[in-house]
């Protein structure tokens, strides 16, 4: 009997942990800013993860795990009940379609101002140093504040909330945790030189620098099970002024590491992307294979994101550099994007200006593709 050995693509089902997935497609976390002010998820958000649920996964927008995470506003949470009753009904939208949905655990640390936070925080960092960028408020755009140095006990309370995050998520419906250790944010200002001095348990050289992210990471797998605990992480990446002098020492302890602990997978965006934008690059310029980099020394399940179309997607899958690869901007405005990339249907035009805020206009009003069109 003839066989043939079939080439993987982005459609191929894959199994990682527990979860059977119908495609390698994962919708990449994208903030929306669309939750009630204290933090609630609202119906118009389980309309729009419902709509974009023909991915094998869903990474959920990043969801705060305490009021003190909170650095922009309009970000969903999960720390109080209401935030877990309200996940319930997006889960279940997602979970009718034969998606997964894991929820992306955010703190913002000294990204972020305390007009955005409740009544007296102030944004917490591992060093009191702040960063120069601004930061959107309810009264317009306003510098980033000098974040207040976390103590010790503040410490172990913020890995703390992670583990609750993950526990109140769980009970939420969502299949697991991923914990936004990119693009500069808590974990990364722990991560890196630039952004945390301490002396301490917690800072001073590498292996206390990443002490943080691996501590929070184990904490969520203890209270949940580390098969359900993935992190995302982006070596290499400058995007809010966390980095150091020797990045690749860094990640090169870091993703060993979290490798002992059997998470559910590890996800990395590439160079093509800063934060939310492509990177423009001039002639000559030295472009890191980040995937590359990471693949060699991650020994799981290993998504990628940032700049992927159709094509480089399954070429990632097939060279088995990644298992899975991750979505972003093109899934805002086509909410049936696996169906567009599966037959090579033309996609809708990005339109950054509906990205963060307001209502359902270039939210939930994209309409899938029209063959009449
Ligand atoms: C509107 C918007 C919001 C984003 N919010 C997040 C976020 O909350 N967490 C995160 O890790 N990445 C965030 N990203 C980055 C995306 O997850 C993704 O890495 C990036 O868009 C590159 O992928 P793409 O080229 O497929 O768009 C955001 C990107 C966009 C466009």
């Not at 990449?28 to 933090?39: E, K």
């Not at 184990?218 to 359900?228: F, T, Y």
């Not at 980040?290 to 159709?310: H, N």
Request: hydrophobic share 40%.
């Amino acid at each position: 009997m003839e066989t043939t050995t079939e080439v993987a693509n982005l459609f191929t089902p894959i199994e990682v942990g527990p979860l059977s997935l119908r495609n390698r497609m994962a919708m990449a976390p994208m903030t929306r800013s669309r939750a009630m002010l204290d933090g609630t998820p609202t119906a118009m958000m389980a309309d729009y993860y419902a709509q974009r649920a023909g991915a094998g996964l869903i990474v959920s927008e990043g969801v705060n795990i305490s009021a003190e995470a909170q650095g922009f506003i309009h970000v969903p949470g999960i720390f109080t009940d209401a935030h877990t009753s309200a996940w319930r009904k997006v889960t279940e939208r997602v979970h009718a379609q034969n998606c997964a949905f894991v929820m992306q655990l955010w703190h913002t640390g000294r990204i972020g101002h305390p007009d955005n936070m409740g009544g007296g925080l102030h944004p917490v960092a591992p060093s009191a140093l702040a960063h120069d960028r601004t930061v959107v408020t309810p009264s317009g755009l306003q510098p980033a504040p000098v974040p207040r140095e976390m103590t010790d006990q503040d410490i172990r309370r913020t890995i703390d909330d992670y583990a609750q995050a993950s526990r109140r998520a769980i009970a939420a419906g969502c299949d697991g945790v991923e914990i936004h250790a990119a693009n500069g944010y808590l974990p990364g200002q722990f991560l890196h030189e630039s952004t945390n001095l301490r002396e301490d348990a917690w800072g001073g050289d590498l292996e206390r620098r990443a002490r943080f992210l691996i501590e929070s990471a184990r904490a969520c797998a203890e209270a949940v099970g580390s098969q359900r605990v993935a992190v995302r992480i982006t070596p290499f990446s400058v995007f809010n002024g966390a980095r150091s002098e020797d990045d690749s020492a860094v990640y090169r302890y870091l993703v060993p590491a979290l490798g002992e602990l059997g998470l559910l997978y590890l996800h990395v965006v590439t160079a093509e992307v800063a934060g939310n934008q492509t990177v423009v690059r001039t002639d000559g310029d030295d472009v890191r294979d980040v995937v590359g980099f990471t693949r060699a020394l991650w020994p799981g399940t290993l998504m990628a994101a940032g700049g992927y179309d159709r094509r480089k997607a399954d070429e990632e899958i097939r060279t088995g550099r990644a298992d899975m690869v991750a979505f972003g901007r093109d899934f805002i405005g086509n909410p049936d994007l696996p169906e567009r990339l599966a037959k090579g249907h033309p996609l809708t035009e990005r339109r950054p200006a509906d990205w963060y805020g307001a209502a359902e206009t270039g939210y939930t009003d994209y309409p899938s593709f029209d063959p009449r069109q």
